[in-house]
């Protein structure tokens, strides 16, 4: 596509439940990274891929989290019994390649509410 | 490990005026710095970027600059307008790294 598709923009859930985010990411971009960005904070950096395989996991904030992308395109984000203080607006980027001297396509974001 | 800081307040401006927002960094010397913009609600957008060897990048009304000795780098938008006001953050990749750490952003609200 023209740009990086995420869904859903909003999910709201509750504690305990268990939540998938979706990264549709550029046609072509062999790597794609997760994000996450809280109110009034830097965007922290959860896993990436390079291709299908994720090279550097260490990221991901406890084992509640997994990550997997398929085919080389799309990518789900699991979370898994949801906390609330894993509530955040979780971003997703792709770029030609890992190191990629051009930086990063962003999509929108899934903003994360767990209540 | 490696810090990004950015100046946590807003920087108000007047529209025309020159905008330069400073990003300083610690530790490892990067192999590259990449400028974004962020507006609410949408992901960073991304604007510029720099290499440790380059000491000024322009992009129409954008300029970055790098200065490896003390360790920042500045952004300025020239002749800013009230559309230029959004989040700009800035990213660092050091050499021994495929990811970039970003700052958590400066707010630049232009004025009419």
């Known amino acids: 596509g023209a740009g990086v598709s995420q869904s859903p923009s909003n999910k709201v859930t509750e504690k305990g439940k268990d939540v998938e985010l979706r990264c549709d990411p550029i046609?072509?971009?062999?790597?794609l990274y997760w994000y996450r960005q809280s109110l009034g904070q830097g965007l922290e950096f959860l896993i990436y891929?390079?291709?299908?395989?994720?090279?550097?996991k260490s990221g991901l904030p406890s084992d509640r989290f997994s990550a997997e992308r398929t085919g080389g395109s799309v990518s789900t984000l699991t979370i898994q019994r949801t906390q609330q203080e894993d509530s955040a607006v979780y971003l997703c980027a792709s770029s030609l390649e890992v190191g990629s001297n051009y930086g990063y396509t962003f999509g929108s974001g899934t903003r994360l509410t767990v209540v | 490990s490696q810090k990004i800081e950015q100046n946590s307040e807003a920087l108000n401006i007047q529209e025309g005026k020159t905008a330069t927002l400073t990003c300083n960094y610690t530790n490892y010397s990067p192999a590259y710095l990449q400028w974004y913009r962020q507006d609410p609600g949408r992901g960073p957008v991304f604007l510029l970027l720099?290499?440790?060897?380059?000491k000024e990048k322009r992009k129409e009304r954008l300029k970055v600059t790098f200065d490896t000795t003390l360790k920042q780098s500045l952004f300025h938008i020239t002749a800013s307008q009230p559309a230029d006001s959004a989040t700009y953050l800035c990213?660092?990749?050091?050499?021994?790294?495929?990811?970039?750490?970003f700052g958590r952003g400066t707010s630049l609200i232009v004025h009419p």
């Open positions: 891929f390079q291709g299908n395989s994720a090279p550097d």
């Open positions: 046609s072509g971009h062999t790597a």
């Open positions: 720099i290499r440790e060897n380059e």
């Open positions: 990213a660092f990749r050091s050499g021994g790294s495929y990811i970039p750490t």
